[in-house]
C-alpha cells in the first residue's frame, strides 16, 4: 500500500510541474504583473492597484491677480504598496484630445508607503513646492482627458479618465481653477468612472499650491484630497 502511494504521488508531482512549466508568464499579462524590486536608484516594476492615480490638474492655475495659466498642469500619483516604489522610467500614456507617450525620469528615491508623488509641467509655476518632477513637455489636453500609468516594463497599473467622456469634473470658470480628485473608495475604485471623482471642495487652494496662487488655484497637490460632498464615499487620509 505505501509503495502504491509513494507512486501515486510521484505521478501527480510530475504531473503538476509538467503544468506549471507549460503556464503563460503571469508577468505577460496586464492583469498581474511580476513585481521586481532593485535598490540603489533602479526603477522597479509594480503590482496593479499598487500606484494610484489621486489627482489631475488639467485646468492650469490662476495667479491671485487673476491672470490663468492653461499651461500649470500636474498629475499626483500616491503609492498605496506596502513597499517603496520607484517609478523612474515608468509611462505615461495620454489619451482623449491628445495622444502623447511620455517616460517619467530617472530619480534616485522611491515613492514612500502612503506618500503622494506630484509630476508637473512648469518649475516657476504653482507647484513649484510640491511638485516630485518636472516634465516641460507633458500636456493633458481640456475635454477629455486620459491618463494611463504603466510600470518600467509597460505594464498597466493605473487608468484614470475617458476617451469618450468629457472631463469627469474641475476645470476653468474663467475666475478660478479646480482639479478633479479621487474618491476614496476601498473596492470598485476604477479611475474610468466618473462616479469615483469629484471637483476639489474647498474655497483656498491646499499647501502644495505655491503663494501667490491660493486665492484661485483650488486643488491640493502633494496632500490628502479635499472632502467629497456627495454623500456617497468618504475621502482624505486615513491615518
Known amino acids: 500500500m505505501t509503495k502504491k502511494l509513494n507512486i501515486a504521488l510521484i505521478v501527480a508531482l510530475a504531473s503538476t510541474l509538467g503544468m506549471a512549466a507549460g503556464c503563460e508568464d503571469p508577468g505577460d499579462s496586464d492583469q498581474t504583473p511580476l513585481y521586481r524590486w532593485v535598490q540603489d536608484g533602479a526603477p522597479s516594476s509594480g503590482e496593479r492597484g499598487a500606484m494610484m492615480i489621486t489627482e489631475i490638474n488639467y485646468a492650469g492655475s490662476v495667479r491671485d491677480d487673476g491672470t490663468h495659466d492653461a499651461d500649470d498642469i500636474f498629475i499626483e500619483l500616491q503609492n498605496k504598496h506596502p513597499r517603496p516604489i520607484n517609478i523612474s522610467g515608468w509611462h505615461l500614456t495620454i489619451k482623449g484630445d491628445l ?7 530617472m530619480m534616485e528615491d522611491p515613492i514612500m508607503p502612503n506618500d503622494y508623488f506630484v509630476i508637473a509641467r512648469k518649475a516657476d509655476g504653482a507647484f513649484k513646492d510640491s511638485a516630485g518632477v518636472i516634465m516641460p513637455e507633458l500636456e493633458l489636453g481640456v475635454r477629455r482627458v486620459r491618463v494611463q500609468l504603466r510600470d518600467y516594463d509597460k505594464r498597466m497599473m493605473e487608468d484614470g479618465g475617458s476617451t469618450l467622456q468629457e472631463v469627469f469634473t474641475g476645470g476653468y470658470d474663467t475666475v478660478s481653477t479646480r482639479s478633479m480628485e479621487r474618491v476614496q473608495l476601498i473596492f470598485a475604485n476604477a479611475g474610468g468612472n466618473a462616479r469615483n471623482w469629484h ?38 487620509s486615513f491615518e
Not at 495622444?99 to 525620469?105: G, L, M, Q, T
Open 199 to 236: 471637483a476639489y471642495s474647498n474655497d483656498r487652494g491646499g499647501e502644495g499650491v505655491a503663494e501667490g496662487w491660493k486665492k484661485f488655484t483650488l486643488m491640493s497637490p502633494g496632500e490628502a484630497n479635499s472632502s467629497d460632498y456627495s454623500g456617497s464615499s468618504t475621502t482624505g
Open 99 to 105: 495622444n502623447r507617450e511620455y517616460r517619467i525620469p
